[in-house]
């Protein structure tokens, strides 16, 4: 039932994008991608986020912590899956250059090494990317700013950078249009500045790829 829920999350997010971009009259202008050449072969790419800015909604905080405070508005989840460890956000995504691109859903789900991490990246102009990492902590970040001095209810400043790939890197596993036929990794980090007494975060989010054709 859970794998039900999080398929159909993921095929109507895909599908109102869809029908945004296959919409009669409806031209998304093609944004230059910003991608690098890797020293050992294949293409780099980085797409951002900048919380609190540009995250537009996610499920109740309880369900990630710190990671899922401040949405614009909280999704509520079915009865059945309130217990289960889920955690599901949406974002805007810009490019390196800080030019906002696509929109992104992150999804979570599981505990220990079973958990796993998966990232939409969808861009009208360009396609989508579909990317899976395994083994998250979900408490990962919270702990990382408590031990450099963080508490609840109380506003904090300083530099925290915390790696969710665990092994180094996670797996591009799918695209459509410019990104179909890609393979290779992507790392996601977390650069956090600030959170404030009602626990918002400041900061960005890094998912860096590294690909190449088959």
């Known amino acids: 039932m859970k794998i039900v829920f999080l398929l159909a999350l993921l095929i109507g997010f895909a599908g109102t994008l869809a029908g945004a971009h296959f919409a009669p009259g409806l031209k998304h202008p093609r944004l230059p991608s910003q991608t690098t050449v890797v020293a ?8 951002l986020i900048r919380l609190p800015a540009d995250r537009i909604a996610a499920t109740d905080g309880e369900a990630g912590g710190l990671r899922s405070k401040g949405a614009g508005g909280v999704m509520p989840m079915p009865a059945q899956f309130v217990a ?6 949406h974002f805007k995504v810009r490019d390196s ?3 906002v691109i696509g929109i992104a859903a992150r999804h979570w ?3 220990g090494e079973a958990a796993t991490t998966t990232w939409s990246v969808l861009i009208p102009s360009r396609g989508a990317l579909v990317m899976s990492a395994r083994g998250e902590d979900r408490a990962a970040l919270d702990s990382a700013l408590r031990a450099r001095g963080y508490s ?3 506003d904090w400043a300083g530099d925290v950078r915390v790696p969710m790939t665990r092994d180094a890197a996670g797996v591009v596993a799918a695209g459509t249009g410019e990104f179909e036929s890609l393979v290779g990794t992507y790392t996601e980090t977390w650069s956090v500045a600030a959170v404030d007494a009602d626990g918002k975060i400041s900061g960005t989010i890094a ?3 590294v690909t190449s054709r088959l």
């Open 40 to 47: 050992n072969g294949g293409r780099g790419e980085q797409f």
């Open 97 to 99: 250059a800080g030019a």
């Open 207 to 209: 998912l860096s790829t």
């Open 84 to 89: 289960e460890p889920v955690l599901v956000e």
């Open 109 to 111: 789900n599981g505990t």
């Open 152 to 154: 609840a209810g109380k």
